[in-house]
Nanobody, 128 residues
Framework: QVQLVESGGGLVQAGASLKLSCAAS????????MGWFRQAPGKEREFVAT????????YYADSVKGRFTISRDTSKNTIYLEMNRMRSDDTAVYYC?????????????????????WGQGTQVTVSS
């Protein structure tokens, strides 16, 4: 079972930037997609961003579009989430997730059920 370890969370002020990393314990070269989700207190986990291995399918939640950027470094088995112009409603535990090897056309890869492995999460708090 692959291990995913997120890092980079912390406390920032509104308007600031933060960059999260997620390192996988195994090669992600053949993994179809990796994504970021978040869970705010009292809310269900929600999709944030996803990127596929060919780097040609990148999707964002509307709430973060234009502010967050997902990227992937296959040579380092790592994905990143660069968060800019952060808002108080970005406060959440952020999780990275990894799908399987095969592409399933019925999957949107914006649903947590489309992913097989999860990290433990990293806390991001934005103060207003």
């Amino acid at each position: 079972q692959v291990q995913l370890v997120e890092s980079g969370g912390g406390l920032v002020q509104a308007g600031a930037s933060l960059k999260l990393s997620c390192a996988a314990s195994e090669s992600t070269f053949m993994v179809y997609a990796m994504g970021w989700f978040r869970q705010a207190p009292g809310k269900e986990r929600e999709f944030v961003a996803t990127i596929n291995w060919q780097l040609d399918k990148i999707y964002y939640a509307d709430s973060v579009k234009g502010r967050f950027t997902i990227s992937r470094d296959t040579s380092k088995n790592t994905i990143y989430l660069e968060m800019n112009r952060m808002r108080s409603d970005d406060t959440a535990v952020y999780y990275c997730a990894q799908s399987g090897t095969y592409y399933y056309p019925t999957y949107s890869y914006t649903d947590e059920n489309d992913y097989d492995s999860w990290g433990q999460g990293t806390q991001v708090t934005v103060s207003s």
